[in-house]
């Protein structure tokens, strides 16, 4: 293996602009781990954002299988946010760190939003996803 091959962010880095280092610093929640949760959250971690939150109460079904990259029939009942955690973090050898929330969106205190530089929604409920949108603005 060459020099080049051993920095998984190597490619990136080579962008004129970007800051890896400013990049891994970023905290990030996630509310929703279903198809669109787990796209974003495995890119995420391939671009080395530092700290993910993942925020989802919900259960991993048969009909989740064909939209999720990360779930497989063996995850069936499982806990949507928890399975994304594990999966997500062998994609770059534990380089973001990645929690898993098991609660509703609305659950989440007003203060706890303060905690992240960029909130993502990836909800399929309306009332969820404006909740996110009124607590998010700083």
């Known amino acids: 293996?060459?020099?080049?091959d051993e920095d998984v962010f190597d490619r990136q880095k080579r962008v004129g602009g970007w800051n890896q280092e400013a990049v891994g610093e970023k905290k990030c929640l996630v509310a929703g781990a279903g198809a669109l949760g787990n796209e974003l959250v495995k890119n995420l971690v391939q671009a080395g954002v530092g700290r993910i939150t993942v925020v989802d109460f919900d259960k991993i079904v048969e009909a989740n299988l064909n939209r999720c990259v990360f779930f497989n029939k063996a995850d069936?009942?499982?806990e949507k946010a928890v399975v994304l955690k594990e999966k997500a973090g062998l994609l770059t050898?534990?380089?973001t760190e990645i929690t898993a929330d098991l609660r509703k969106i609305e659950e989440l205190k007003e203060s706890e939003f303060d905690e992240f530089d960029v909130v993502f929604g990836c909800l399929?409920?309306?009332g969820a996803r404006l909740h996110l949108n009124a607590q998010s603005y700083g």
């Open 1 to 4: 293996m060459t020099g080049i």
């Open 76 to 78: 069936i009942g499982r």
């Open 93 to 95: 050898g534990g380089a």
């Open 124 to 126: 399929d409920n309306l």
